[in-house]
T-cell receptor
Framework: KAGVTQTPRYLIKTRGQQVTLSCSPISGHRSVSWYQQTPGQGLQFLFEYFSETQRNKGNFPGRFSGRQFSNSRSEMNVSTLELGDSALYLC????????????FGPGTRLTVT | QQQVKQSPQSLIVQKGGISIINCAYENTAFDYFPWYQQFPGKGPALLIAIRPDVSEKKEGRFTISFNKSAKQFSLHIMDSQPGDSATYFCAARREGKLIFGQGTELSVKP
């Protein structure tokens, strides 16, 4: 079974621009979560989607948003990019909203200049 | 506010030795405690996990020890190998969200 896939793998954007990242969960998984990983702050939870509905949200500004489609694929959008948004953005999927085992994708490395 | 504290930040172990990484948490509402392994350029990979009603779980060379009263849990890697060299993260789950420790960079010397 294929793992979690994320596209693109690398992205360079300029301050003020917006960006959309994509995540395809493991086949059959209906829950998708997003995390931001930086050297300073570590791994931080952004939000979780299950059955196209946002179930949980972390402490990030409204510039960070996401959505999930009927096929469980998810997108994350960051508007008005800031230098501090440079990070590895990780997507993780699990079977159900209440399931335990969460599997991560390889991430999208976003650099904001 | 760091809800999950992980130590040490880095660890050097000789091949064949035991690697021990510790985590402490503050919130008693956490209901699931996984450990992840991350290699450079890769996403974290689920290694082993435990629920708070179990004191120990072993899978191959990896063991989680869990002390609910002390609000601490640890990862033991037996017979450590150079291929185990990676960054390890503990995590705790509350209301569906995983809260991660800061990570431990493990280096296993041949």
């Amino acid at each position: 079974k294929a793992g979690v896939t994320q596209t693109p793998r690398y992205l360079i954007k300029t301050r003020g621009q917006q960006v959309t990242l994509s995540c395809s969960p493991i086949s059959g998984h209906r829950s998708v979560s997003w995390y931001q990983q930086t050297p300073g702050q570590g791994l931080q939870f952004l939000f979780e989607y299950f059955s196209e509905t946002q179930r949980n949200k972390g402490n990030f500004p409204g510039r960070f948003s996401g959505r999930q489609f009927s096929n469980s694929r998810s997108e994350m959008n960051v508007s008005t990019l800031e230098l501090g948004d440079s990070a590895l953005y990780l997507c993780a999927s699990k079977l159900t909203g209440g399931g335990d085992e969460q599997y991560f994708g390889p991430g999208t490395r976003l650099t904001v200049t | 506010q760091q809800q999950v504290k992980q130590s040490p930040q880095s660890l050097i172990v000789q091949k064949g030795g035991i690697s021990i990484i510790n985590c402490a948490y503050e919130n008693t509402a956490f209901d699931y405690f996984p450990w992840y392994q991350q290699f450079p350029g890769k996403g974290p990979a689920l290694l082993i996990a435990i629920r708070p009603d179990v004191s120990e779980k072993k899978e191959g060379r990896f063991t989680i020890s869990f002390n609910k009263s002390a609000k601490q849990f640890s990862l033991h890697i037996m017979d450590s190998q150079p291929g185990d060299s990676a960054t390890y993260f503990c995590a705790a789950r509350r209301e569906g969200k995983l809260i991660f420790g800061q990570g431990t960079e493990l280096s296993v010397k041949p």
